[in-house]
Structure formats: C-alpha cells, structure tokens
C-alpha cells in the first residue's frame, strides 16, 4: 500500500454494541492509535458518542459508498453483521483497493463464498482480509501456533494433534453472533452452503484436498488424559476450520496429517456428567429449531437484539479460558489462554481492537489476501492481546 490515505484505520459500525466496545478501546490506545476514524450510516448517533475522531458516513448496502470508504484508509474494521447479509459489498471494497480488512464474523459458508470471489483480487491489491478477528476465532486459531511453537520450542518437532479444550466461561452470547447464526441455519437451506457447512476443510484453499478424516464433536465423552468429560463446544464449526486454514495458508509445517479438535471440557463429577448431558441436548435442539422458520422466529424474538447487549458491571464479571494441549508420540505440552471479561462482548472488542491496529501500524510479512488471524498477524498480534490484559502463556 505505497500511496498516502487518509485514515489509518475506520471502524465502521461504531454505533452498534460491541462497535462501541471497540471504539472505546481505539480511544484509550491514544496516539498509538494513530489516524482513525468512525463510520456507519447515521451521522447524528455517531456524533452521540462523543469520540474526538472524524466521521464517515455510508450504508453497508451501497457498494459504491463502501468503495470509498475502502479508498480512504489503509484498515477498514467492521463490527456490522450478520456479515452474509451487510458484508459483502465492503470485503469486496476492500480486497480491489488493497485495503486491509477484519471483522467479527463466524459465518463459514459466507467466508467460503468471499475467498472464492475476491482471494485473487486481493492477492493482485496488497490487501489482507482477515474475518473471525474475535473470541471466534482468535484464542483457537492464535493458541494453536503458540502451543505448537511451545512443542517446537521443548521437544524440537511440532506436534501431531492439538485438542482445544474450553473450560470456564462466564458470558452472555452477543446478539449479533446469535443474528449471524441464524443466518446460518437459513443459509443452509442451500445444498451448496450444506456441503460447505459440512467439511471439515471448508475454508482451505482447496476444500477438496484429501486430508485427515475429522469430524465436529458430536456426544458427550471422557477424556482419559485430562479426566475431563467433554462435550461439543458451540463455536466449533468455525473455530476448527479457521485454525485448518491457517495451516494450509502456511503450507502444512506441522505435516498433512496434523489434526485439530475442540470441545468444552466439564469437571469430571456426576454434576459435570449431567451438565454436559444438558448442554449437548440443548445445543441439539436449538440447532433443530433453527431449521424450522416459526421457532427460528420465535427465538430470534426472545434473545439479544444486534446492537444490544450487558452493562458494564454483567460484561466485567465475565471470563473464559482455553487450554490447548499438543502431542507428539509420547510428549506433550500445554498452552493458556485466558481473559477476565465477558467473551462475546469485552474481550471481543479487545481482541478486534488488537488485530485492527496490529494490521494498521505492525510490520508484517504475512502474504496478502484471505488470510487468518495466526498467519496475518501471529506473535505482534499475542503481544497486543498481552498488553490488552489477556493471558497467553504455557500451562
């Protein structure tokens, strides 16, 4: 990106809950922030919120505005979904301007569908377009190049297998992400977006390249190694084909045959037995309700709004952790990461206000196009999640 912008970077949906979020993180970054500046399609609610910033002013539906906010900075970072519906136009901007790109996204048949549209232009452009730039899908993706560094590191060789095991979250699910999930469940109508959903290695460069068979977890298990009872961790289907794609985008350095899994660890008691029993059975049925339109309406009428969501007292009280295990034959190493805020909101926006500003002032080498938080941004990016308060450290 040689010529000269006039932002360093644009926040576009500002307005909305998690965009205010991180609005409030760019402000408290001060000048290291550097040229930013706000946008969505109401300038008056923009100028509510009171930041010292320009403001710019476009509809996520007009291609045309979206090109010129793309021309005008060099990292354009959206918060506005569900991204199926709102984000096309914009990643499309950005991929011909050679505009660098992140978003909240977990949408996977949509990521399919921009990669295969828009990956040569922004290869051709210089523009980085990194989407789950949030708790999905960062701690997956960015832990498992920190714990297969940490094997490197102690054991000289990558490991074999990486299991994410998310344990402790304390947190209400944005409404945004439940917007975009049931535009995944309406979405899959499609036979095409069904076989996206249903590949393991839907978001590699060649989805069809024969690779390990893996699959989504499905039922409750015991992990003997752990003595944990795990059970299928909701955020899965995205999380696990982000970390498959930032391996392939490397060109496999931990072997073709390298496999990765997720689940949500439980306390291996009779009482963590029957939680995970609930959670699966609960997950199972709102996945069915999803697919039938009058309870997907019912329950999209009963659950936050986008642009809604805790008070600041609800968010702070939040935490998560993630452990990530790697093995080599008989070695194996552990990671963690962990954050004291609510995943869906504050350490969301703390995460995407990370990778927006790594993308804007770090000097990375990470090739251009559709790439991931690991490959994009990697050790700069686990530096600014560091100093942002977050906990990336072996276990």
Not at 215 to 242: H, L, Q, Y
Not at 319 to 334: I, K, N, S
């Amino acid at each position: 990106m040689s010529e000269s912008r006039e932002h360093d970077l644009i926040l576009f949906g500002a307005t909305g809950f998690t965009g205010r979020l991180v609005a409030e993180r760019l402000a408290r970054a001060g000048a290291s922030a550097g040229r930013w500046a706000i946008a969505g399609r109401n300038r008056e609610k923009l100028a509510a919120l009171g930041f010292d910033v320009p403001i710019v002013v476009a509809d996520a539906m007009d291609p045309q505005a979206m090109a010129e906010v793309a021309r005008r900075t060099k990292v354009v970072c959206t918060t506005v979904g569900p991204f199926s519906k709102y984000g096309s136009a914009l990643v499309a901007a950005c991929a011909a301007a050679g505009t660098h790109y992140c978003d909240l996204t977990a949408e996977v048949h949509w990521m399919r569908e921009m990669i295969d549209r828009h990956d040569a232009t922004a290869r051709a452009s210089g523009a980085r377009i990194v989407h789950a730039c949030g708790f999905d899908s960062i701690p997956s993706d960015l832990g498992t190049l920190l714990v297969q560094d940490h094997m490197i590191a102690t054991h000289g060789r990558p490991g074999d297998k990486v299991t994410a095991y998310y344990g402790a979250i304390s947190g209400g699910i944005s409404g945004g992400t439940l917007a975009s999930m049931f535009a995944i469940a309406s979405a899959s109508k499609d036979r095409a977006v069904r076989r996206v959903l249903a590949n393991p290695y839907g978001l590699d460069p060649d989805p069809h390249k024969k690779m390990p068979r893996v699959a989504d977890e499905a039922t409750v298990g015991w992990d003997a190694r752990e003595r944990k009872w795990t059970v299928p961790f909701v955020m899965a289907p995205s999380n696990t084909r982000i970390v498959r794609r930032s391996h392939a985008l490397a060109g496999y350095p931990w072997g073709e045959r390298f496999v990765y899994r997720e689940v949500k660890a439980m306390e291996p008691t009779v009482k963590g037995l029957a939680l995970g029993l609930g959670m699966t059975a609960g997950l199972v049925a709102a996945l069915a309700a999803t697919q039938v339109p009058w309870l997907r309406d019912q329950l999209a009428r009963r659950v936050p709004q986008p642009g809604e969501g805790p008070s600041a007292a609800t968010r702070d009280k939040g935490f998560w952790e993630l452990r990530l295990v790697a093995e080599a034959g008989p070695h194996t190493v552990a990671y963690r990461l962990a954050d004291d805020a609510d995943p869906g909101y504050a350490s969301t926006a703390r995460m995407l206000a990370a990778a927006a500003l790594s993308l804007a002032h770090d000097e990375l080498d990470a090739a251009p196009g559709f790439t991931t938080p690991a490959r994009a941004m990697g050790h700069r990016l686990a530096e600014r999640l560091r100093d942002a308060g977050l906990v990336l450290q072996p276990a």
